[in-house]
T-cell receptor
Framework: QKEVEQNSGPLSVPEGAIASLNCTYS??????FFWYRQYSGKSPELIMS????GDKEDGRFTAQLNKASQYVSLLIRDSQPSDSATYLC????????????FGTGTRLQVFP | DAGVIQSPRHEVTEMGQEVTLRCKPI?????LFWYRQTMMRGLELLIY????????DSGMPEDRFSAKMPNASFSTLKIQPSEPRDSAVYFC????????????FGQGTRLTVV
């Protein structure tokens, strides 16, 4: 079982819709969770971090964490073509909180 | 700060040759990570350093790979001998506090081994 799992996609949504990206993780004791965005040919950059159960909102982005079910999700409201990218989920596992383990990423396509 | 600087940006080499990738982290960041990214396997952690000391190299695929951090401002990842399956994008990331702060990635080195 992979430590961090994501559906590779592509996830295609129309402009203006809500995009929902999901991630599951295997280490139940993990406490730190991150969403990175990576445009084609570029390096990953941080969008959001979340540490507590529930929702965390930042502009059009909402991260959701459910530790009991071991999943973390990212919602993008009012999706724009410029949101088209690969979204990487990252987790710092409890056995070594210095490590950042990434999922394989979900490719999002927002069409006009 | 100019951010994390990696060199070269692109490297094409023949199988069997030695390849050295370089990284300059952000000043003041105590942690440096080396990742490899491929379509099939995504972003894999190879090794990371804390205060120039290698902490976890369990992700290094085999003995052909080695990494060093001789000082706080420089790290290298070496592959000797290189093989076609090593072709990937190699990223270096610099972090102040991995559990709580952002990992800043360099632009990556695209390695092609022919």
């Amino acid at each position: 079982q992979k430590e961090v799992e994501q559906n590779s996609g592509p996830l295609s949504v129309p402009e203006g819709a809500i995009a929902s990206l999901n991630c599951t993780y295997s280490d139940r004791g993990s406490q730190s969770f991150f969403w990175y965005r990576q445009y084609s040919g570029k390096s990953p950059e941080l969008i959001m971090s979340i540490y507590s159960n529930g929702d965390k909102e930042d502009g059009r982005f909402t991260a959701q964490l459910n530790k009991a079910s071991q999943y973390v999700s990212l919602l993008i409201r009012d999706s724009q073509p410029s949101d088209s990218a690969t979204y990487l989920c990252a987790v710092a596992p409890s056995y070594n909180t210095d490590k950042l383990i990434f999922g394989t990423g979900t490719r999002l396509q927002v069409f006009p | 700060d100019a951010g994390v600087i990696q060199s070269p940006r692109h490297e094409v080499t023949e199988m069997g040759q030695e390849v050295t990738l370089r990284c300059k982290p952000i000043s003041g960041h105590d942690y440096l990570f080396w990742y490899r990214q491929t379509m099939m396997r995504g972003l894999e952690l190879l090794i990371y350093f804390n205060n120039n000391v290698p902490i976890d190299d369990s992700g290094m695929p085999e003995d052909r790979f080695s990494a060093k951090m001789p000082n706080a401002s420089f790290s290298t990842l070496k592959i000797q001998p290189s093989e076609p399956r090593d072709s990937a994008v190699y990223f270096c990331a610099s972090v102040l506090n991995p559990g709580n702060t952002e990992a800043f990635f360099g632009q990556g080195t695209r390695l092609t081994v022919v």
